[in-house]
Nanobody
Framework: QAQFVESGGGSVQPGGSLKLSCTAS????????VGWYRQGPGKQRELVAQ???????IYSDSVLGRFTISRDNAKRTVDLQMNSLKPEDTAVYYC???????????WGQGTQVTVSS
């Protein structure tokens, strides 16, 4: 079963930046789309950025132009550079495979991002 370990979260002021990273374990990674998700207080988990094996990316409207997703298939890592952070970006951020049977993956602990003044 594939698993991710997320890191890099923290507390920043509005307008600040953070870089998140996740590392995959298990037998699958390189041939699949990987996504960064987030779950804010009282909200459902949402997919905010995804990247395919070739490096093509898709972003949700809420982060487009501010977040950049990248991957290193050799290192089995996926990063999320977050700029111009807003209070509404406050959430726990997770990595996972958006298009794989959920029975083959599991959610990690996530990493907390808090944006406040």
């Amino acid at each position: 079963q594939a698993q991710f370990v997320e890191s890099g979260g923290g507390s920043v002021q509005p307008g600040g930046s953070l870089k998140l990273s996740c590392t995959a374990s298990g037998s699958i990674f390189g041939g699949y789309v990987v996504g960064w998700y987030r779950q804010g207080p009282g909200k459902q988990r949402e997919l905010v950025a995804q990247i395919n094996p070739g490096g093509n990316t898709i972003y949700s409207d809420s982060v487009l132009g501010r977040f950049t997703i990248s991957r290193d298939n050799a290192k089995r890592t996926v990063d999320l550079q977050m700029n111009s952070l807003k209070p509404e970006d406050t959430a726990v951020y997770y990595c996972n495979f958006p298009y794989i049977d959920s029975a083959l993956t599991s959610w990690g602990q996530g990493t907390q991002v808090t944006v406040s003044s």
